[in-house]
Structure formats: C-alpha cells, structure tokens
C-alpha cells in the first residue's frame, strides 16, 4: 500500500482523514487511515501473548515428556491402579493380568463416551451458531450479496474456523486475513467476506448488479425447469437461475 499524498505550493504532504491519520491506499483501490498508536499498541500486546504462548508452550512440552508412548493416560492410569490392587496369585498369571487391563480401559471409555459425544455437540452448536450466525447476521451480505445466505455459506464457509472460542478467517492459501481497518487484528465476518468475495472467480454471479453469466436455465419468470433440484445445481446454476426465475422460486425447487 501506498501513502495517500497532496503537493501545496512546490511540497507535498500526507494528505490526513477527519481524524488526522495518515491515508494509506491498499492496492485494490481502497482508502483506510492508519492508526498509529493504535498499531504500537497492537504489535506490543501481539510480543506479549507470543511470548507468554512460547513459554506455556516449552512448559508444556516439558511435562509431557514424562509421558511417552503413553496414548491414553486417563485410562493407563486406571489400568495400573486396578494391578496394584491384585493380589500377588493373580500377577503370576499374565493373561489374568491382560484381561483385568482390558476391562479397565473399556470401563473408562464407556464411562466417558457420553461426556465426549456432549462435548462433539456442544463443539457442533459452537460452530453453527458462531459461524452460521455470523453469516445469518452479516451486513455485507445484506447489503452486497445477491442470493440466498445458505448458497453463501456454502461457498466460503470453509474459509471459517472457531480457535480459542473465535470465527477466525483464512485466504485461498491458508493464510489468516487481518483487518484493514485495525491493524494488527483479525477481519470480522464482514471484513473477510468482502476480501474472499473480492478474490473469487463468479463474484460477478453473486454481487447485486453483477453482470452474471449469460448462460442460465431458460423460461419464463418465476418458473422452474421440470426436475431441477437445488441439491444438483452448482453455485454459478444458482446464482443464474435467482436472476432469471427470483429466489421464490429458486426455493420452491425440490431439494
């Protein structure tokens, strides 16, 4: 990016926003100030959470090294305390032993699948509610987005994941999008879903007076070819069947 500049009587200085930041142009064209104690403070906080995640992370890997080769301490645990527990008669007999250290490990495991398969759903819940809802929510499709929600999740849901209990976004080459507007930090729903909009191929099939394609389903307004079902069409049949039938009817297509 760029410094935004004006030239006053032979001189040229940084041309400043309303709230006297500097303006800086991106390369698409965009115009956002640059905050710059906002950005020190940001790259100061970022040197102390690297820092304290570093050496979490040595302390971490430390402790663990006393358990190696160990895949389920949970359940080894229980399985040595259940042998401690046998008397000296039993421990002459090795396949007594074996069986007595089976039954442990598929007590602990039936004891705590119901607690796993909570934690899978709560985890489900999390996902759909913090992603699905931000695209629910999202002004950005609101305003710019041409058709349904779901045909837009489905296109850049991918791109979202939940980490440490946040909607995190990533780029085409797996790399975490950041904010223009706040350096430093991640986009928001919005702010990455005008980026991966701006990077995609048919975005002209999706945008509000996007040209579209030219090469929809055929009919007239508000009909529906015999036998199309929405779960067969691609994202660009979609898009071109909502601009030539409406999305009423796009929706009373069988699924």
Do not use: C, W
């Not at 400043?16 to 991106?26: A, R």
């Amino acid at each position: 990016m760029k410094l935004k500049t004006l030239t006053v009587e032979g001189k040229t200085y940084a041309e400043v926003n309303d709230q006297g930041q500097p303006i800086y142009v991106h390369e698409d064209g965009k115009e956002v100030g640059h905050d710059a104690p906002q950005t020190v403070a940001t790259i100061a906080r970022l040197n102390g959470e690297a820092k304290t995640n570093r050496e979490r992370y040595e302390k971490a890997e430390s402790s663990l090294k006393a358990f190696e080769g160990i895949e389920d301490p949970t359940a080894a645990k229980k399985a040595l305390q259940t042998i401690q527990n046998l008397d000296d008669k039993k421990l002459v007999d090795a396949g007594e032993v074996d069986k007595v250290k089976a039954e442990a490990i598929k007590a602990v495991e039936e004891k705590y699948a119901p607690v796993l398969a909570q934690r899978d759903e709560l985890q489900a819940s999390l996902h759909k509610e913090l992603i699905g809802g931000g695209f629910a929510r999202s002004k950005y499709i609101q305003d710019n987005i041409a058709v349904p929600v779901d045909m837009v999740q489905a296109t850049f849901g991918q791109h979202f994941k939940i980490e440490e209990g946040k909607v995190v976004a990533y780029d085409q080459n797996g790399e975490k999008i950041y904010s223009r507007v706040r350096p430093g930090e991640l986009a928001n729903v919005d702010e990455a879903l005008e980026s991966l909009v701006g990077g995609y191929q048919h975005k002209d099939l999706i945008l509000k007076g996007g040209k579209g394609s030219g090469g929809g389903f055929q009919g007239g307004k508000g009909g529906a070819p015999a036998g199309v079902k929405r779960s067969e069409m691609s994202v660009s049949q979609k898009a071109d069947f909502i601009k030539e039938h409406g999305n009423d009817a796009f929706l009373k297509l069988p699924q």
